[in-house]
């Protein structure tokens, strides 16, 4: 990637974090800590890797997301808006009544985005069906999926994992967002994962891991990922919760927390003072 895409993606990726920072100021409080760790591969999928279009959301050939963490919601809207898919004002109405921005993401709800979520689990395998049926239809276009690492708790995971094997569903594309914690902890202290690439390896995917904070390595790994035609890919995306967020990144109950406007506009400054 040469080096001034990568300059405006990481442009897109800070402003997604500010948007979401302000989207949740203005509700008063949200999911704050898992939309900033994803606000890099967002703007990397929707900026650079996706085939999208933000007047036909329902484009029977577009690339999918299907963002299983669906309390990320707040991140992907900001992405969406960013990309145009619905006015930048609509983001001052989340979860709020009559909103088309609930806190999980709705498929019935947003333009752009592909398949509900909110209950962990289900979107994975929400994701991997999209996949076969594009595969049955012969459409080419590839399906993106992001899952928690709490989530990975989930034995619903675990049930998608083998199946994307075994329909060797070479047209999925999945990143675990690796930041270590969940909703009241640290995952290792709740349901500890062990060894996460081995055990994503031994379920029959093709697995990488890379810094989730590196526009860069994180393209290299989708491109990658493009290459490998016979089995589902994982990309596991070492992160930090509250990444970019100054009173989120880094403690422990960051995971959805209250905050007010003139709190998240001081974070916002603190955003653009940190280059
Ligand atoms: C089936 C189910 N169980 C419990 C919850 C409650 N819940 C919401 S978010 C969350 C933690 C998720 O952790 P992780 O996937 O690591 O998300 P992140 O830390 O990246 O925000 C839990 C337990 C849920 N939404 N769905």
């Known amino acids: 990637m040469d080096k001034e895409k990568l300059a405006y993606l990481n442009g897109q990726a800070k402003e997604i974090r500010k948007l ?4 949740i100021g203005t509700l008063g409080s949200g999911h704050i800590g898992g939309s900033m760790s994803i606000a ?3 703007a990397l ?4 890797r996706m085939k999208v279009d933000p007047a036909q959301p329902r484009l029977k050939d577009r690339d999918q997301l299907v963002v299983s963490k ?3 919601g707040p991140a992907v809207y900001s992405a969406l808006a960013l990309k145009g898919f619905f006015p930048k004002d609509w983001l001052k109405t989340l979860n709020q009544g009559g909103t088309k921005l609930p806190s999980h993401c709705d498929r019935n709800l947003t333009p752009g985005i592909d398949m509900t979520a909110g209950s962990l689990g289900q979107g994975f395998s929400a994701a991997l069906g999209i996949a076969l049926g594009l595969r049955i239809d012969k459409n080419p276009a590839r399906v993106y999926t992001i899952i928690g690492d709490g989530e990975s708790d989930e034995g619903q995971i675990w049930e998608g994992a083998l199946f994307g094997a075994a329909q060797r569903l070479a047209n999925v594309t999945a990143f675990t967002d690796f930041n270590k914690q969940q909703l009241d902890g640290y995952v290792k202290d709740i349901l500890d ?3 996460l690439k081995a055990k994503w390896l031994a379920f029959g995917w093709y ?3 890379v810094d989730g904070h590196d526009i860069e390595a994180l393209d290299a790994a989708i491109e990658k990922s493009l290459a490998c035609k016979d089995k589902p890919s994982m990309i596991i995306m070492n992160t930090i ?5 100054n009173f989120a990144e880094g403690i422990e109950k960051n995971h959805s927390m209250a905050f007010d406007l003139a709190k998240a506009r001081e974070a916002i400054a603190a955003l ?4």
């Open 40 to 42: 890099d591969v967002l």
């Open 207 to 209: 697995t990488q891991e």
């Open 20 to 23: 979401t920072i302000e989207e």
């Open 241 to 245: 919760k509250g990444k970019g967020c």
């Open 70 to 72: 669906g309390h990320a």
């Open 272 to 275: 653009d003072a940190a280059d």
């Open 45 to 48: 999928l929707y900026f650079h």
């Open 193 to 195: 994962l062990g060894d």
